[in-house]
């Protein structure tokens, strides 16, 4: 498995899009959180790094995609998934391989950002005037929002040999688990269970988590939707067996 994931990260980091990728979600992000005048953080007059928080999750929806489509669509593209499948490694040890190698990347795109935290501190009046909690509360709720749709782009992946086909299939389901079920909650036809159709929707437990709420039920979430999302990977890879 480690053969796997050191494989996929130098793969990745080794290739021009693989920077690109992750040059250009920090360009983004830095866009809205320093320099539009609607989002930024110096416009906002606070202390805080809630516009980076509130728009991360969209430019996951892209970013992510972008990571994970090329991670088993182009093994199977190129007709080396069989050469992989013949190593002693399990369906399981390949898909998680892939999986951790992704999640570090989504990571590494993820790091350059505590200089904004960094930047906010400095700036604070008074120095310092930043609640960190907060902080690191919604940087856990990023790292498990990112290590969620890590894992669906990897069951969409898994799912066709085309790259596109995959970064589009990641693509709507990141939107549709996201902000899905807060949309259909938010439609006046379900009385008293808009509340309870709205906690499916990863957008509650991410919000939750971002609070600080760093709440049991909240993690058991994204563990469980991560567990089924690589577990469908698993058994699509495992289908070509059957063919």
Excluded at 52 to 71: D, G, V
Excluded at 101 to 120: D, K, M, Q, R
Excluded at 213 to 236: E, P
Aim: charge should be neutral; include cysteine; charged fraction near 10%.
């Amino acid at each position: 498995m480690l053969q796997v994931l050191l494989k996929e990260v130098n793969s990745f980091l080794s290739s021009l899009a693989g920077y690109i990728v992750i040059l250009v979600f920090l360009i983004v992000s830095g866009l809205f959180s320093w320099v539009f005048p609607n989002t930024s953080i110096p416009a906002g007059g606070f202390a805080n790094l809630q516009p980076l928080f509130s728009l991360a999750p969209y430019i996951f929806m892209f970013l992510i995609p972008a990571i994970t489509m090329r991670s088993i669509s182009e093994e199977k593209r190129t007709g080396t998934l069989e050469l992989l499948l013949t190593r002693p490694l399990s369906d399981l040890q390949i898909i998680t391989g892939k999986y951790l190698a992704c999640l570090v990347l989504v990571i590494v795109s993820l790091i350059p950002t505590f200089i904004y935290y960094y930047s906010v501190y400095q700036l604070g009046t008074p120095q310092g005037n930043i609640d960190t909690a907060a902080v690191i509360g919604s940087y856990i709720g990023l790292f498990f929002l990112g290590a969620t749709f890590t894992a669906i782009g990897i069951l969409a992946s898994s799912l066709t040999d085309n790259q596109i086909v995959a970064f589009i299939i990641s693509l709507f389901f990141c939107f549709l688990l996201y902000d899905g079920f807060t949309l259909l909650a938010s439609v006046n036809v379900w009385a008293d269970y808009s509340y309870i159709l709205s906690k499916w929707g990863i957008d509650y437990h991410y919000r939750s988590v971002s609070k600080g709420l760093i709440d049991s039920r909240n993690v058991l979430y994204f563990l469980s939707i991560i567990t089924i999302m690589l577990s469908l990977a698993k058994l699509a890879l495992n289908s070509r067996k059957w063919e």
